[in-house]
């Protein structure tokens, strides 16, 4: 084989096992949402924050991210609020 | 007593009523009295697949409001002994269905068939909702391509919680995973997820693989249930279901003499 061929060879991830990858999280995260009780209020938590939030400061939508993640018999709410420079 | 089986796959398209027919005729042809019905409300089509749409004369919805009695709408198949058919309505809309109808639909059906097969709609709203809800199994229909394994993952939670053994806490629905549309070559060059994957994501029992074959067009084109042709690599793959689904321990078939392995679940 020659060295390019052999490059060639190695450089591409199969995309099947990209999809395998990108599937395995996806879905290990919807299953957490799903089987949390806090998925009931999340949105209205996440609007009512952002409502908070803007008293102070201006932010985008898309600059608060909520997200909860199970840790055994604990659930963490993670909150990651981004302020950009402009407006602090 | 009877058992209602619910096809159902989330994602639109990927074989669903393929499926029903093939599998209620195969359990047909086991002698089994089995009846499959069309939840698809507005979208009409197991009647077209199963060949029999010119013989719909009352549907579903009008056994469901008493404008036709049950004897009216099933309709007998002419190949299959012990194979009925019930059409859904084409004029009216999925919230025609009320889980007080569909009930008293299915528990007159339990007395009279064995297996009753529920063709659902796709989607995870009202009409998938009412075709899963009075379950006893599930067949949970996937392509090996990203967005049918996660709409197929949605569906899943529903059945564990939207659904009356859910609600009413009785045993789980028991679910049978069935990968259809498979094209081991691409698999083989790494272009299609192999249905290890799929079955290693969705982590449920594992029921068989469908190849993707130019037969199943050709058996709806003509209204036969490719179970029925006993050319066709999907109707044989489709009949090794239906044994697998009876107890029967079967190998699984990837490609003809190619790659043969025992799946255990
Ligand atoms: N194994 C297969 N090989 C080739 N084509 C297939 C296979 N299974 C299904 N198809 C084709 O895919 C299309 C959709 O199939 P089908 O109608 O059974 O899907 P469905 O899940 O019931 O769709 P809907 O969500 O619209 O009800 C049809 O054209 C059918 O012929
Ligand atoms: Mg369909």
Redesign the pocket.
């Known amino acids: 084989m020659s060295i390019l061929k052999y490059f060639h060879t190695l450089r591409p991830k199969k995309t099947a096992a990209v999809a395998k990858e990108r599937l395995q999280i996806i879905v290990a995260h919807e299953r957490n949402l799903r089987d949390s009780p806090v998925i009931e209020y999340l949105p209205k938590l996440q609007q009512e924050l952002l409502e908070v939030i803007r008293k102070y400061t201006a932010i985008q939508n898309e600059d608060i991210k909520i997200n909860i993640e199970k840790d055994g018999e604990y659930e963490i709410l993670e909150l990651n609020i981004v302020l950009s420079d402009e407006n602090q | 007593m009877a058992k209602i089986i619910v096809v159902t796959?989330g994602k639109?398209?990927?074989?669903?009523?393929?499926?029903s027919a093939a599998f209620a005729t195969g359990l047909a042809l086991r002698g089994y009295q089995t009846v499959v019905i069309d939840f698809?409300v507005g979208?009409r089509?197991l009647d077209l697949?199963m060949g029999c749409e010119r013989r719909v004369v009352y549907d579903f919805i009008n056994v469901i409001n008493g404008e036709g009695n049950l004897n009216q709408a099933l309709i007998k198949d002419k190949r299959v002994e012990n194979l009925f058919i019930l059409p859904a309505s084409q004029t009216r809309d999925k919230d025609a269905l009320t889980l007080k109808g569909v009930l008293k639909v299915l528990e007159t059906l339990r007395k009279r068939f064995e297996f009753i097969i529920c063709?659902s709609?796709?989607g995870i709203e009202h009409g998938a909702i009412m075709a899963m809800y009075f379950a006893d199994e599930a067949i949970i229909?996937t392509n090996p391509e990203v967005s049918s394994v996660r709409d197929s993952d949605r569906i899943i939670g529903m059945l564990s919680s939207k659904t009356r053994r859910a609600v009413q806490n009785l045993p789980a629905i028991r679910e049978h995973l069935l990968v259809?549309?498979y094209a081991p070559k691409r698999v083989i060059s790494g272009d299609m997820l192999s249905v290890e994957d799929v079955q290693d994501i969705l982590a449920i029992p594992f029921l068989g693989i469908?190849?993707?074959?130019k037969s199943?067009?050709q058996a709806?084109n003509s209204g036969i249930p490719v179970t029925l042709d006993k050319k066709s690599d999907?109707g044989k793959a489709y009949l090794d279901v239906v044994a697998r689904f009876l107890g029967e321990e079967l190998p699984v078939v990837e490609k003809k003499g190619f790659l043969t392995r025992l799946f255990k679940n």
């Open positions: 796959s639109g398209g990927v074989g669903k009523t393929t499926t698809d979208l089509n697949v063709d709609p796709a229909v259809t549309r469908i190849p993707e074959s199943v067009l709806s999907a």
